[in-house]
């Protein structure tokens, strides 16, 4: 009788788990490692992604409750996950032409992986959900291959843009120097005086367009501001770091990007900026949130 109830209360205790396993995030599957998974559309290929593998990818992230902070296409190399439920193993989980909607937790891809503290509308218990559409996979070796043969066959754009560049100041008359890495900073509206350190959260507004004035992105016509956790990667161009690290808080500005800190030789990884091409970028810097800071370090790049 007693072996026989116990076998009763485990066998409740097994169903009642597993209940709340499937009805968590219903439509999810859990992995090994804690993170739940879903795959939106099936690839042609079955050889999913490796270590050292370049992926291109269409990346979404969101809160739990579906509220997204970034969208955007990104060329990355994968590596091996350096603990149990990092995102690197999101990626590894997909072949090419596949897409699948990830649950993590934030706090390890913030803080382990990112490196730094949570954003204020993400709770340290809280999920975010990581949806990955990935275009194309591509081993290092034919990463690097076709590197070389895309710059063998357009070496001499580097030299036209430089022409075209500085046709566009000239004609404009900026009178203004660039910094030592080519940008141009031009001030349109002054800010508050307070400066962007590495691991502050920052909320900006801007608008992307080419020398010829044509938009190619623009967060203003989606009224959506972008926010992101300055200093770390996945995050902004060179270029685009380096412009908001010489902002104030509440300032607006005209930066002109050259492609060496911009989209560089190879252009966007959407294809909509080509290679060698310079970019101009109004930006507005809407706020700071200040992170983590050292005492007595400096953690701005570009006083």
């Known amino acids: 009788m007693i072996k026989r109830t116990f076998i009763v209360l485990a066998a409740i205790i097994f169903v009642f788990n597993a209940c709340d396993y499937f009805s968590k995030y219903p439509g999810y599957d859990k992995t090994k490692s804690g993170i739940y998974y879903k795959l939106i559309k099936f ?35 994968v590596t091996k996950p350096t603990f149990k439920g990092a995102i690197d193993e999101c990626f590894l989980m997909l072949a090419e032409d596949e897409k699948a909607s990830f649950i993590i937790s934030a706090n390890d891809f913030f803080k382990k992986t990112l490196e730094t503290t949570l954003p204020d509308f993400i709770h340290e218990e809280d999920p975010m959900i990581v949806d990955i559409d990935v275009i194309d996979i591509q081993t290092e070796d034919e990463y690097f291959m076709e590197k070389e043969a895309f710059l063998h066959w357009i070496e001499d754009f580097g030299d036209y843009e ?18 030592e890495s080519g940008l141009y900073h031009l001030t349109i509206e002054q800010g508050n005086g307070e400066k962007v350190f590495v691991g502050d959260t920052v909320t900006v507004h801007y608008e992307g367009k080419f020398l010829n004035g044509k ?6 016509r989606r009224n959506s501001p972008f926010q992101f956790v300055y200093g770390r990667k996945w995050q902004v161009i060179p270029g685009m770091e380096e412009a908001i690290g010489r902002m104030e808080e509440g300032e607006r500005a005209l930066f002109i990007i050259p492609s060496q800190i911009g989209f560089g030789e190879t252009g966007s990884s959407t ?15 809407i706020e700071i949130i200040p992170g983590p800071r050292e005492k007595d370090m400096d953690l701005n790049k570009y006083d």
């Open 271 to 285: 294809g909509i900026v080509p290679p060698y091409t310079s970019t101009l970028f109004e930006v507005e810097l």
């Open 215 to 220: 938009f190619f992105d623009s967060t203003k």
């Open 162 to 179: 430089k022409v075209i560049l500085r046709q566009y100041i000239d004609q404009k008359e900026i009178e203004k120097e660039p910094t």
């Open 43 to 77: 690839g042609e290929s079955s050889e999913k992604a490796k270590p050292s593998d370049y992926i291109t990818a269409d990346i979404v992230y969101k809160t739990i409750d579906d509220s997204v902070f970034f969208e955007g296409r990104r060329k990355l190399q």
